[in-house]
T-cell receptor, first 114, second 113 residues
Framework: AQSVTQLDSQVPVFEEAPVELRCNYS??????LFWYVQYPNQGLQLLLK??????LVKGINGFEAEFNKSQTSFHLRKPSVHISDTAEYFC????????????FGAGTILRVKS | GAGVSQSPSNKVTEKGKDVELRCDPI?????LYWYRQSLGQGLEFLIY????????KSGLPSDRFSAERTGGSVSTLTIQRTQQEDSAVYLC???????????FGPGTRLTVL
């Protein structure tokens, strides 16, 4: 069955430090990959997506992610975080042989401390 | 333009009652999805509509759940004989076509007492 794993449920980090949020998915021939952010009491907002082309994808708010097909990973990175990045981050995958429905990871809460 | 809207924003109901949740997708979007977000299960897919094709119901957790999409636009998710485990935030999303980016609505928070 299709699955998406976010290895870290919570990641505490100091302001201006770099951060990496990890995401792995079950092996599949073709996938579309997404990262969404959910601020407290708000809806889901798309950070970035990989559909095809360059494996390094840049998104909003200085985030980027790299698609690694051999490791079936799509880790999210930011070189310097801000307090305002405190939120929950969800990795999501469309396994194309099953259609465009998204399979979500369990989420990672990023807590940025001053 | 307007995004995906959902109503009501909050719904409190008693166990055993039926509820209807509404989703208005972005105008012109042919694909519509329902997901739910709960503490125990995280974010999970429920059902997907694309144009006039038969919906993908593979994520519906039981036969108490059903959804329809009238005229290729508005969708209603119905939960019959609600149970406490149905308490969750129900999210609707739409995309311009089968493979487009999904835009999410603000959700309906359902609480079953």
């Amino acid at each position: 069955a299709q699955s998406v794993t976010q290895l870290d449920s919570q990641v505490p980090v100091f302001e201006e430090a770099p951060v990496e949020l990890r995401c792995n998915y079950s092996s599949s021939v073709s996938v579309y990959l997404f990262w969404y952010v959910q601020y407290p009491n708000q809806g889901l907002q798309l950070l970035l997506k990989y559909l095809s082309g360059s494996t390094l994808v840049k998104g909003i708010n200085g985030f980027e992610a790299e698609f690694n097909k051999s490791q079936t990973s799509f880790h999210l990175r930011k070189p310097s975080v801000h307090i305002s990045d405190t939120a929950e981050y969800f990795c999501a995958v469309s396994f194309m042989e099953y259609g465009n429905k998204l399979v979500f990871g369990a989420g990672t809460i990023l807590r940025v401390k001053s | 333009g307007a995004g995906v809207s959902q109503s009501p924003s909050n719904k409190v109901t008693e166990k055993g009652k039926d509820v209807e949740l509404r989703c208005d997708p972005i105008s012109g979007h042919t694909a519509l999805y329902w997901y739910r977000q709960s503490l125990g299960q995280g974010l999970e897919f429920l059902i997907y509509f694309q144009g006039n094709s038969a919906p993908d119901k593979s994520g519906l957790p039981s036969d108490r759940f059903s959804a329809e999409r009238t005229g290729g636009s508005v969708s209603t998710l119905t939960i019959q004989r609600t149970q406490q485990e149905d308490s969750a935030v129900y999210l609707c999303a739409s995309s311009v076509d089968s493979w487009g980016e999904q835009f999410f609505g603000p959700g309906t928070r359902l609480t079953v007492l």
